[in-house]
C-alpha cells in the first residue's frame, strides 16, 4: 500500500540557529519512525544547512517553491537543478499562500511541476477550497478545476512522479481542521478524478492532507484510507510536535 508521507512546510519562519536545533530533534526523532516518510521543507538559505545535516539519516529534504525557469535573468528566482544540488527530492508547488500572494496560476504550477519532474525533484502539488467556496458548495468543481488545470497542461502520466496536498485554506494555519470525514471525502473525489485517466496512477498517486493537522487530530485524518500522509505547517515547528504527527502516521 502506499506509504504515509509526513512533510514540514516551514514557511518564512526561524534563524539558523533554531533550524539547526529543528532539524537535529526531528533527526534524532526519526530513528523511531518505522514507517512514515518524513519531509521538512525549510526556507532557501536553511537548504544548505539540511542538505549537511540530513546526510545519514532517513528524514528527506525538500522546498516550498521553484523557479518556472531553468536558468538566467530572474532576479530573486531558485531553480529545480539548484534545488536538486542541494539534496531536495521534494519541491511544493501552488501552496494556496503562493496562489493568493504571489499570483500563481495553475498555467505557472504547470511550468513548476515539470521544471522539478525535468531535475528528478517530486513536486508536492497543493490543492483546496476557500471557505466561501465550501460555504457555496463549490468546493469539488474548484478542486476539480485545479487538478485539470494541471492535466491538460503536462498530461496525466507526470502524476506518476507527483504528490497532492488537499489543503483546504480555510483550514491552513486558523487551527480550523477539516474533519476526518469531510477531508476522506475530498481526498476520494480526487483520487476519482485521476482515476478518469488513469486508474494505475489513482491508486498509487499520495494525497497528503494539510490544514491545522496537529497531535491531537493527526491520528483520525490520517486512518482514513484514502489520507495519505501530511502537509503539516505550524506543528513542524516544533520537533516533539511534528514527531507526534509522523508517529500518528506510523
Ligand atoms: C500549510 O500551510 O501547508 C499548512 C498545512 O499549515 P498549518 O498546518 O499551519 O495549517
Given at each position: ?30 530513528t ?67 496562489r493568493?500572494y ?63 496536498a ?29 482515476a478518469?485517466?488513469?486508474q ?14 496537529k ?36
Amino acid at each position: 500500500m502506499r506509504q504515509p508521507l509526513i512533510a514540514g512546510n516551514w514557511k518564512m519562519n526561524g534563524t539558523k540557529a533554531s533550524a539547526e536545533a529543528l532539524l537535529s530533534g526531528v533527526i534524532a526523532g526519526a530513528t523511531a519512525i518505522a514507517k512514515a516518510e518524513i519531509a521538512v521543507c525549510p526556507p532557501f538559505p536553511f537548504l544548505s544547512l539540511g542538505e549537511q545535516m540530513l546526510a545519514g539519516s532517513t528524514v528527506r529534504l525538500g522546498a516550498q517553491t521553484v523557479s518556472t525557469e531553468p536558468s538566467g535573468a530572474y532576479t530573486g528566482e531558485v531553480s529545480a537543478a539548484m534545488l536538486a544540488e542541494f539534496g531536495c527530492r521534494y519541491v511544493i508547488c501552488g501552496h494556496s499562500e503562493r496562489r493568493e500572494y504571489y499570483g500563481e496560476t495553475d498555467e505557472i504550477v504547470a511550468k513548476k511541476l515539470s521544471a522539478c519532474l525535468a531535475q528528478g525533484l517530486t513536486p508536492i502539488l497543493c490543492v483546496g477550497e476557500s471557505l466561501q467556496q465550501r460555504e457555496q458548495g463549490q468546493t469539488e468543481t474548484v478542486i476539480a478545476g485545479q487538478i485539470d488545470g494541471i492535466v491538460s497542461r503536462i498530461g496525466i502520466d507526470a502524476f506518476s512522479r507527483i504528490e497532492i496536498a488537499y489543503e483546504p485554506i480555510w483550514a491552513i494555519g486558523t487551527g480550523m481542521t477539516a474533519t476526518p470525514e469531510q477531508a476522506q471525502a475530498v481526498h476520494v473525489f480526487i483520487r476519482q478524478r485521476i482515476a478518469g485517466d488513469s486508474q494505475a496512477i489513482a491508486g498509487k498517486i499520495r494525497i497528503l492532507y494539510g490544514g491545522s493537522m496537529k497531535a491531537a487530530n493527526a491520528r483520525d485524518l490520517l486512518s482514513q484510507p484514502d489520507i495519505d500522509g501530511g502537509l503539516i505547517g505550524g506543528a513542524s515547528l516544533v520537533a516533539d510536535d511534528f514527531l507526534a504527527i509522523c508517529q500518528a502516521g506510523d
